[in-house]
């Protein structure tokens, strides 16, 4: 039974038993900080078990797609080398919010596993764990299922602390959690395949031969910051199956790589490394690396220097790597693409409608590390050439790796043919500092919540900015209180508001709540929890309490000017890919009062042309003022609609589709002008990269656009006046200047020339003849770090064989440049001298054996610096 079987199998069987099947979503967690990648079934359903969202079922299934590459979570370095490990996995699961509980959920499993018309395995087989304390799961398993008391093994709390058990989960430190219940298959039970393991709670259970194939979790407590356990009001279920694993078993196997999917896979690297398949781990590494790579792109990661980017380039690299211990040295990761579309095209299909731009994106990145590798490779050979104990300092090997992505084993290899070792304490150090640095700073932190439990807030936005409502809820300092005086600041939860809650990019509305003398003024508006705003401001007279009935007011101007960006930006994307191509995707986006913001997948800048094209076609959809509408549907019914999805963004089942004529249709909950006809003008006013293949347009539109335009038109008839010359000759005239400009660059190059060649002739005679060495230390005046350069390339020419150090002080800055001849760079290298002079004038540099140079701030250390020559290259001549 191949993969895609398994999963269309076990996806059926469970709506067979009232299940709604639910897509997998994307890897990256919409709107939740605290994940770096999605990584388990329950992810999509997190607010749903701790009550903070609904959905209109109660039982539900997937087939979730999952990353393990960075994080608390990261399975990176074992990729490869054991049988499970993986970066990129499916996670099959059925879940219950309230419904049915331990009974059924262990009779689903049970059923779906050995029952004769799915999965048919053995139950000699199997056998299953329990919490040490759930007597309740142990008498199912055993009066219920019938397995034998024997085969059913109690885990107690193994990992040093109570409820700290292999088979107790929990969300975290605090909130839902509960025992589970596992299932293990017996890959050899008589022995014969020498396979090596024992049962769980074995001292042997870490082996190969007794696999976990299914995780049943039971949400049923509630755990509280001082450690106590409360009951769940509806305990929930959580399951979890991996696809690779049960494939693995399906097809006569222990060893993942060697299902249908890793095979297809393995075989296309073998064949671009001209090597048999499976004749090395490099093969298993790329196999498992090419999955992750291509479904993080597709779901909007690119490689960056920071956050999923960085994992992904991590990945992306390691394979490449990898790719290099075969023998591949030309660019072949992006032609991996072909056969995973092959393979699992048909259950992803967004594979086949991305290959295109994967496989460019894939090859950019393959470019780019190759110039990494050249760079990397200049900086190991300088760092070799200047160390005299044989070991490449930890420094230096961190720096490789952290800045350019240079792989540790990589530097390995290369320092043990030249018979050289790593400072590996030094690394660690430097890691562990990095990784101080990346904990104080991570974009990936929970933070803290008001503890609101009351209902959701009505949002009346859409149709008015004013409106009756009542306070139900109030905040100071984080903590709830009944009442606000004039003077203090707060949160208002309020039952009903017109004010729109920061989300999807738009910013959150600002605006006054008052009641006969009270006035709160609203600076923000946020989301406490799901469908709770929250009214962030200052209240500047009377009393507010918990009760009172408020009148909520939006600041009109404000929330006017955001709805035009906020349209402006649904037409904007809609445009960039029709005009640049359907890889465009969005990235991220801020719509605020002043402007639209937005980033999207792009390769390389817009052209000029391309931009005039974007602007145009905006504007097109602008002058056409049609109506601006709003409709709700299901989420799979909005998507065969034609409705875009944004990145970062996590919806319910239900959606809001808006819809501007044939020109956008994309899910958005935010507000919006009534027909296209109002935003009134889009200008564009900016373009650029933000990280590597992601551009930023910022755009303007209304008032806004007017007042740029006419403040353009302002200096356009400055410029003119200063050039004296009318706004329609500015551009000849401009031409004129840079001739000009040109013209005595030339002449000043020339002059610069002819003052070195004199400065050359004049230096020569102060040479020193040191130790049969000639070596001349000079200060210079009125000369740049390029007459420098020109200048040292005459003295050496001159002297034929010798060292030479010159130094300019200019303002108060040092240039300094050192040049030893070929003959001499095996007794005095030009780095070293030009740092030991830079280290007195307050600076430093570096450069090649045979040419440095290096710039300070303390012009008047310079004459000691440079008399300090002469000595220094006699040490370096005994």
Do not use: C, W
């Given at each position: 039974m191949n993969s895609n079987e398994l999963r269309a199998r076990f996806l059926e069987y469970f709506r067979q038993q009232a299940h709604t099947v639910v897509a997998s979503s994307p890897l990256v967690p919409g709107n939740d900080p605290t994940l770096l990648f999605t990584n388990a079934g329950m992810v999509q359903f997190k607010d749903v078990f701790t009550g903070q969202d609904t959905r209109p079922y109660t039982r539900a299934v997937s087939s979730q797609k999952c990353v393990r590459a960075g994080g608390k979570h990261n399975d990176l370095e074992n990729v490869g080398y054991t049988a499970r490990h993986h970066t990129f996995f499916e996670m099959l699961g059925n879940f219950s919010f309230g419904d049915y509980f331990k009974l059924e959920a262990i009779r689903f499993a049970w059923e779906f596993i050995t029952g004769k018309d799915w999965l048919a395995i053995d139950p000699a087989r199997l056998l299953v764990t329990v919490y040490q304390e759930d007597d309740e799961a142990f008498e199912i398993w055993n009066k219920e299922i019938g397995v034998p008391a024997d085969r059913i093994i109690r885990i107690g709390d193994n990992k040093g602390a109570r409820y700290a058990s292999d088979n107790f989960w929990s969300m975290g430190d605090t909130g839902p959690c509960g025992p589970c219940t596992e299932i293990f298959y017996d890959h050899d039970p008589d022995g014969s395949k020498g396979i090596w393991g024992g049962p769980p709670g074995s001292a042997e259970e870490d082996g190969d031969r007794w696999i976990e194939i299914w995780n049943i979790v039971f949400m049923q407590f509630d755990r509280a910051a001082d450690g106590t356990m409360s009951p769940l009001p509806a305990p929930s279920v959580d399951t979890g199956m991996g696809l690779e694993r049960i494939s693995a078993l399906m097809q006569g196997t222990h060893d993942n790589y060697q299902i249908d999917v890793f095979r297809h896979l393995i075989e296309a690297v073998a064949k671009l490394a001209g090597a048999e398949p499976y004749s090395s781990p490099s093969q298993k590494v790329i196999a498992d690396h090419i999955r992750a790579t291509a479904f993080l792109m597709a779901d909007g990661v690119l490689p960056s220097n920071e956050g999923r980017g960085y994992v992904l380039r991590r990945i992306m690299r390691r394979a490449i790597r990898h790719g290099y211990k075969l023998g591949v040295t030309d660019a072949f990761f992006h032609a991996l693409v072909k056969p995973l579309v092959e393979i699992m095209g048909e259950a992803y299909p967004q594979l086949v409608e991305q290959q295109a731009q994967i496989e460019k994106a894939i090859r950019a990145e393959e470019d780019s590390f190759a110039v990494t590798l050249d760079k990397g490779m200049k900086l190991l050979d300088e760092a070799i050439a200047g160390i005299a104990d044989k070991t490449i300092p930890g420094e230096v090997v961190f720096k490789l790796y952290d800045t350019y992505g240079f792989p540790l084993d990589l530097t390995a290899d290369i320092a043990r043919e030249r018979e050289l070792s790593l400072d590996m304490d030094g690394y660690e150090r430097e890691m562990e500092a990095q990784r101080t640095r990346a904990r104080a700073a991570s974009s990936f932190k929970t933070g803290q919540s008001l503890s609101y439990t009351g209902a959701d807030t009505r949002f009346t936005g859409y149709d008015a900015l004013q409106g009756e409502a009542t306070v139900v809820a109030l905040y100071r300092d984080g903590a709830s209180v009944d009442a606000l005086n004039a003077g203090e600041s707060g949160v208002v939860v309020l039952d009903?508001?017109?004010?729109?809650?920061?989300?999807?990019?738009?910013?959150?509305?600002?605006?006054?709540?008052?009641?006969?003398?009270?006035?709160?003024?609203?600076?923000?508006?946020?989301?406490?929890?799901?469908?709770?705003?929250?009214?962030?401001?200052?209240?500047?007279?009377?009393?507010?309490?918990?009760?009172?009935?408020?009148?909520?007011?939006?600041?009109?101007?404000?929330?006017?000017?955001?709805?035009?960006?906020?349209?402006?930006?649904?037409?904007?994307?809609?445009?960039?890919?029709?005009?640049?191509?359907?890889?465009?995707?969005?990235?991220?986006?801020?719509?605020?009062?002043?402007?639209?913001?937005?980033?999207?997948?792009?390769?390389?800048?817009?052209?000029?042309?391309?931009?005039?094209?974007?602007?145009?076609?905006?504007?097109?959809?602008?002058?056409?003022?049609?109506?601006?509408?709003?409709?709700?549907?299901?989420?799979d019914d909005a998507i065969k609609a034609g409705a875009m999805a944004l990145f970062g963004e996590k919806y319910g089942d239900e959606v809001r589709v808006l819809t501007m004529g044939g020109y956008s249709t994309e899910l958005c909950g935010g507000t919006h002008v009534a027909r296209t006809g109002d935003i009134g003008l889009f200008k564009i006013v900016s373009e650029g990269g933000v990280a590597a293949g992601v551009r930023r347009v910022e755009a303007i539109t209304g008032d806004n656009a007017l007042n740029y335009l006419r403040e353009l038109e302002q200096r356009l008839r400055h410029a003119a006046e200063l050039l004296r010359a009318s706004p329609d000759e500015l551009v000849s005239k401009i031409e004129q200047l840079q001739d000009r400009s040109k013209q005595l660059d030339k002449e000043l190059a020339a002059l610069k020339s002819k003052l070195a060649s004199s400065a050359g002739g004049d230096l020569v005679g102060q040479a020193r003849d040191i130790s049969g060495t000639k070596v001349l230390s000079a200060s210079v005046e009125g000369v740049d770090g390029g007459g420098l350069r020109d200048l040292m390339d005459q003295l050496k020419d001159k002297l034929g064989s010798g060292v030479i150090l010159l130094g300019a002080a200019n303002g108060d800055k040092v240039s300094l440049i050192a040049g030893v001849t070929k003959d001499l760079t095996g007794k005095v290298k030009a780095g070293e001298l030009v740092n030991f002079v830079a280290g007195q004038v307050g600076g430093k540099g570096g450069g090649r054996p045979d040419m440095a140079q290096a710039g300070g701030t303390l012009p008047a250390a310079l004459p000691a610096a440079i008399d300090s020559v002469y000595g220094w290259v006699e040490q370096k001549l005994q």
């Open positions: 009903a508001t017109p004010f729109y809650a920061e989300s999807g990019g738009q910013v959150g509305d600002r605006g006054v709540l008052s009641a006969a003398t009270m006035r709160f003024d609203v600076a923000d508006t946020q989301k406490i929890k799901g469908s709770v705003f929250g009214h962030h401001g200052g209240l500047a007279s009377g009393t507010l309490r918990v009760g009172d009935s408020v009148k909520a007011e939006v600041t009109e101007s404000l929330r006017r000017a955001t709805m035009r960006n906020h349209s402006a930006t649904h037409l904007l994307h809609r445009v960039l890919r029709d005009v640049l191509g359907a890889h465009v995707a969005q990235k991220g986006s801020l719509v605020d009062a002043q402007r639209t913001r937005f980033d999207f997948s792009h390769n390389q800048p817009i052209t000029a042309e391309e931009l005039a094209e974007i602007e145009r076609r905006v504007n097109t959809a602008v002058l056409a003022n049609v109506p601006v509408e709003t409709a709700l549907m299901s989420y």
